[in-house]
């Protein structure tokens, strides 16, 4: 059927398919092609068939990043979500009615905070990371004890940021587990700061980016479904 209809295709890609034709007629006819059509036939049947095609919205938690200037009011966003429950500095939602766990001082603490919410029964619907940048130190600490590293910097060419980042990874995998088994909203917040973008296509300019070590910054900002940016509005008389 391929060489049939090859006329209405252009004369390089009629070669190819005839090539391609007569390849695949040589492999059946090889020594010891029937064993191979009768394993493929043995092959378990497909899960990509008309019947297991979904149509449709799904209802899903979701998950947002919103970083911002101090005080710009990402904890009072965030304590707007169902049932939110705290990670990170305690005080600074002390002007919020909300629920909060202690102030993690060792790495370790963030890790418990999930497993208490994976295996104990709670009536907490979203989970907010409050900030995302108020952690990340007690990362780089923990990920220090961890090798015997004097500070962060010790590992030499980089590595320390590296292991934190595959730390923050695993926390990225704690939460996704909080979304599917817990059907968990995920709020992380963060503080942005002021960093130049070296333009390659123009004149070179200043944005805004997460207050964190560019390479960890850069897997939190790909997890999320939704990147958010809040600032404030300056009027002028």
């Known amino acids: 059927a391929l060489l049939t209809y090859s006329h ?23 020594p010891g092609r029937e064993l191979d059509r009768t394993q493929e036939k043995e092959r378990p049947m497909t899960r990509m068939t008309l019947a297991s095609i979904e149509r449709g919205k799904r209802e899903k938690p979701f998950c947002v990043l919103v970083y911002g200037p101090e005080g710009v009011g990402k904890s009072t966003f965030a304590a707007g979500a169902p049932s939110p429950i705290f990670i990170g500095e305690a005080g600074g939602t002390d002007h919020l009615d909300v629920a909060r766990f202690p102030s993690p001082q060792k790495w370790e603490d963030v890790a418990d905070a999930f497993t208490v919410l994976e295996n104990e029964s709670h ?22 004890r961890e090798e015997s590293k004097k500070n962060i910097e010790a590992f030499g060419y980089g590595k320390g940021y590296l292991a934190a980042m595959e730390e923050f990874r695993v926390v990225l995998g704690r939460l ?6 817990k059907r968990m909203n995920v709020i992380l917040l ?4 002021v960093r130049t973008f070296h333009n390659p296509a123009g004149d070179d300019y200043d944005h805004y ?5 560019a390479k960890t910054a850069e897997i939190l900002r790909a997890w999320p ?7 404030y509005r300056v009027y002028t008389n």
């Open 190 to 193: 963060a503080h942005a700061h």
């Open 225 to 231: 479904k939704a990147v958010l940016f809040a600032n």
């Open 123 to 144: 009536d907490f619907k979203t989970v907010v990371i409050d900030t995302l940048d108020y952690l990340e130190p007690i990362c780089w600490d923990g990920v220090c």
């Open 176 to 181: 996704e587990m909080l979304l599917e088994s």
């Open 209 to 213: 980016e997460l207050r964190m070590h």
């Open 8 to 30: 209405a295709f252009h004369p390089d890609l009629r070669k190819a398919i005839g090539y391609a034709y007569h390849r695949r007629q040589r492999q059946l006819e090889r």
